[in-house]
């Protein structure tokens, strides 16, 4: 049988061309300007921290929405949440108090919420289930990969939330309650 290439690639060689890019680009920033390693790394820490608050503001907001749209899943989503929030405040700059939900915007009728992204949550509690397991996953994936950018402490934050992330989105698409 003849070798086929893969459809999409694996996330090992995802993982190494991100740090060969990475590598390339602490290579060719290299410069005998007089800046000093704080300097470069200051303000790339601070813009790496501020996407991940971003991300996982946008993250926090799904929750909320889908919550909204299916208030049957409330106690199921509440503790993912609030790991969610105490990550977005352990990335923040400046020391917050986590997020609080937002209120109920459905009014407990089960019909679309609209996400933070615009897109409406899937009337079906399954399938909502299923697009904030994809949310957490994506998430996981793009913050595994932005490690082998990150200055060493952020690196083992993003690493910890990245891991917490591929949990989250295990539990999510898993059957509560069901013994194997």
């Known amino acids: ?47 790496m921290r501020e996407t991940a608050v971003r991300d996982s503001t946008r993250l926090l907001e ?16 509440a503790p993912l949440r ?16 986590p997020p609080s939900p937002s209120p109920s915007r459905s009014g407990g009728t089960g019909a679309a919420a609209p996400a933070a992204s615009g897109e409406p949550v899937p009337p079906k509690p399954e399938e909502a289930l299923s697009e904030l397991a994809d949310a957490e996953r994506g998430l996981s994936e793009s913050r595994t990969i932005d ?8 690196a083992r934050l993003l690493a910890s939330v990245a891991a917490c992330g591929a949990v989250h989105a295990y539990l999510l698409t898993s059957n509560p309650g069901a013994t194997s």
């Open 1 to 47: 049988m003849p070798w086929t290439h893969p459809s999409r690639p694996s996330r090992r060689s995802l993982l190494a061309g991100a740090a060969g890019v990475a590598g390339a680009v602490l290579l060719t920033g290299c410069s005998d300007g007089g800046a000093s390693d704080a300097d470069v790394t200051i303000p790339l820490e601070r813009r």
């Open 147 to 154: 490690l082998a950018g990150a200055p060493g402490e952020l």
């Open 62 to 77: 799904r929750y909320d929405a889908t919550t909204a749209a299916h208030p049957a899943l409330a106690a199921r989503l």
């Open 82 to 97: 609030a790991a969610v929030a105490a990550h977005t405040a352990a990335l923040s700059l400046t020391p917050s108090a």
